[in-house]
């Protein structure tokens, strides 16, 4: 004991940095902030020290290059003993990361913490959340598989859409004109090197301004910031009632980092690493590709837009979205803290929430997707079936054979592309099943040419019975005066 | 020593020795800033010209589309199988064809042609499109990339080099309208 105090000494002589360290733990903070409310940043920042241990680890084995790449993981996953945990372990830590910023930087805006004299603090922050969000995309990409392939595609198809350089972004983006070994090796850089060396210093200047500035203290309604006061006031609040950070307040950033390293460990064993999924060769055209959890939100925004509101969408949403984020402490620096006295805050993160959760929930179940293989693998549930004529049947394996199936959904199988097709002859008159089969509209294709009249006839005969018993299917009232007396009358309900 | 002007000797070296670095700065910047910018300078050398053979005429019958694979012209040693692209080959009516790019028109994922209901679909985001590469429904702004194609010695060869993207299609041979 007495030779690791004389070594201490003896550094500490030469290092000259155990006073200020000292000083630095010791500083005061208000007393409510030793909170469970306060511990999300110190965890975020813990995950990432996992993220670095586990990257540096990972780099040992995998090759950076778009032919060797994907199985340099199947070699991690299967020949390297733990080679799958580790690689979970930095998959898992990712999604941690980028939650408990997220969740980190609402707490902030909900406690107004971002307001008067902590504004860069919040800044530097907003760059903090891009570079993490940053780092998963490019790791996404480093499990240089299927997805990712397609991902970088996507990636390429948006960059493209920039007035003029555009293209030129594409190139530098894709380090030449197609996704290929450049493209890797420049994303490996980005993601051992370039942003991470960006994290490091955004997180070294934001905590150094955590020290400098303080903590922000418990907001209470009607406890209003004013530049002219606030510093004096935060003062004279950690002097009456504050507590040493080191042990009053860190404690409890120390039991809940570990918790969530413990976490991170847990779903690492339980459910193991993230792919890779099929190896990316272009040629394999049978795939479905998906962006890891924290873009799937993006995905669902992607395939909703309005054609004609996409590119504006995509050039201009990012850049009003971080400017809002860049600005807030410059339109709303000073005045209540309290999330109590902040309504419009409050409804704002409800509306961010529910929106990107929806819009996630979706790209979970892609309803906007053709269902490729219903017309092969659903089949028409034998209620569709029972009592029907032979033109009728004949018309329900049209309805299988022109993959009918994969974007309509019956009795809830099949695509979810367009509407179900369950009550589709109460809603439409013949006439109107057949102009919308033969010319499409509504976001459906056209069939004309690909069906033969009888073919026609016999699918609107079977659409014609998809109504639900007791209610009859709709008609043309004038089609009776049109065609005569007895050619307008009802068909035959099916019982 | 102080000049006239209140400049120090120091003061001038100091400011000598700052002008003497960004001077230096500059002249390692411009070659690597160069080196940074090589995918875009090198952007219409070679490669692009050449005609690629997707195969002889026969693996295309009259009436069909097939999918094609070639090697991309411009192709590094590490590229593994991603130089490898596919391509879908329209043969209209036995004498002229249509190549389409596998790249959604949306965004760039790969479409998968349907010979029973006659439209080409995307996995990603729900494009859609006719035989013909015109747009059906769904997101696309616009119809199928379509590559310039030739035959020659009875080998069907088409022009490819780059990824088409929405905002870049410089070797695609026209936009086609949706049938309306």
């Known amino acids: 004991m007495r030779l690791i105090q004389s070594i201490g000494e003896w550094l500490d002589a030469r290092l000259q940095l155990g006073a200020s360290i000292r000083e630095t733990a010791e500083h005061r903070v208000p007393s409510e902030t030793a909170s469970w409310f306060y511990v999300f940043g110190s965890a975020a920042f813990v995950v990432f020290m996992l993220q670095i241990v586990t990257g540096i680890v990972l780099a040992f084995i995998y090759v950076p290059s778009a032919g060797e790449a994907w199985s340099s993981l199947q070699t991690l996953n299967h020949n390297v003993s733990l080679g799958w945990y580790i690689r979970a372990l930095h998959g898992w830590g990712s999604d941690f990361m980028v939650a408990l910023v997220l969740i980190h930087m609402v707490q902030v805006f909900l406690f107004g913490a971002y307001k008067y004299p902590r504004e860069l603090t919040w800044i530097v922050g907003v760059f903090l959340l891009i570079v993490t969000l940053g780092m998963a995309f490019t790791g996404q990409v480093l499990r240089f598989d299927q997805d990712a392939y397609w991902g970088l595609g996507i990636g390429a198809s948006i960059a493209s859409r920039v007035p003029l350089v555009g293209p030129s972004i594409v190139n530098l983006m894709l380090g030449g004109p197609i996704i290929a070994g450049a493209t890797l090796s420049r994303f490996f850089a980005l993601h051992v090197f370039v942003v991470p060396g960006l994290l490091i210093a955004f997180v070294a200047v934001h905590l150094l301004m955590v020290i400098k500035l303080g903590i922000n203290e418990w907001p209470m309604p009607g406890r209003v910031v004013r530049k002219a006061t606030y510093i004096k006031e935060y003062h004279e609040l950690t002097k009456k009632d504050g507590v040493p950070f080191v042990p009053g307040a860190i404690w409890k950033d120390m039991f809940f980092s570990a918790f969530i390293l413990l976490s991170v460990a847990a779903c690492a064993y339980y459910f193991g690493p993230f792919g890779p999924s099929g190896p990316p060769d272009p040629t394999i055209i049978q795939t479905a590709p998906r962006p890891d959890y924290f873009f799937l939100w993006l995905y669902a925004v992607l395939s909703f837009l309005p054609p004609s509101m996409e590119t504006p969408a995509l050039l201009i949403g990012p850049v009003v979205a971080i400017l809002a984020l860049l600005l807030l402490p410059f339109l709303s620096g000073e005045g209540e803290k309290s999330w109590r006295r902040r309504p419009i805050a409050v409804l704002t993160i409800l509306l961010v929430a529910v929106a990107l959760g929806t819009f996630t929930h979706l790209a979970e179940h892609t309803p906007w997707s053709p269902v490729m293989d219903a017309w092969s693998g659903d089949p028409i549930p034998s209620a569709f079936l029972h009592n029907r004529s032979a033109l009728e049947r004949q018309g329900a394996l049209v309805f299988q054979v022109k993959q009918c199936h994969n974007c309509h959904s019956l009795d809830n199988e099949g695509g979810k592309r367009g509407p179900a097709l369950d009550a589709v002859a109460v809603r439409l008159t013949q006439d109107q099943l057949i102009r919308q089969v033969i010319q499409g509209g509504g976001n459906m294709p056209a069939y004309g040419k690909n069906l033969s009249p009888a073919e026609t006839t016999a699918l609107v005969a079977f659409l014609e019975t998809l109504h639900p018993t007791g209610q009859s299917p709709a008609r043309d009232a004038s089609r009776a005066v ?9 068909p035959p309900t099916h019982p | 020593m102080t ?3 209140g400049l120090t000797r120091r003061d001038l070296l100091m400011k000598l020795g700052i002008l003497f670095n960004g001077i230096v700065a500059a002249i390692l910047a411009v070659p690597i800033v160069r080196y940074l910018l090589s995918p875009v300078a ?18 295309f019958p009259s009436g069909q589309t097939r999918l094609a694979t070639y090697r991309n012209p411009i192709v ?21 064809f249509q190549v389409f790019a596998i790249n959604c028109a949306h965004l760039g994922c790969p479409v998968r042609w349907f010979p029973q209901s006659g439209l080409f679909m995307c996995p990603c985001h729900g494009g859609a499109y006719y035989q013909d590469g015109s747009r059906a429904s769904g997101p696309p702004e616009r119809g199928l990339f379509e590559y310039k194609y030739k035959i020659d010695g009875g080998k069907l060869l088409i022009r490819p080099g780059e990824m088409p993207t929405p905002g870049h299609a410089s070797n695609i041979v026209r936009e086609i309208r949706p049938c309306a």
Request: glycine share 16%; with cysteine; hydrophobic share 30%.
């Open chain 1, 482 to 490: 049109a065609l005569g007396a007895d050619a307008g009358g009802p």
């Open chain 2, 3 to 5: 000049l006239p002007t």
């Open chain 2, 42 to 59: 090198q952007e219409r050398k070679g490669g692009y010209e050449l005609w690629v053979s997707l195969g002889n005429l026969e693996q």
């Open chain 2, 76 to 96: 590094n040693p590490t590229d593994g199988d991603t130089a490898d692209i596919a391509c879908w080959v329209r043969n209209v009516d036995g004498k002229s």
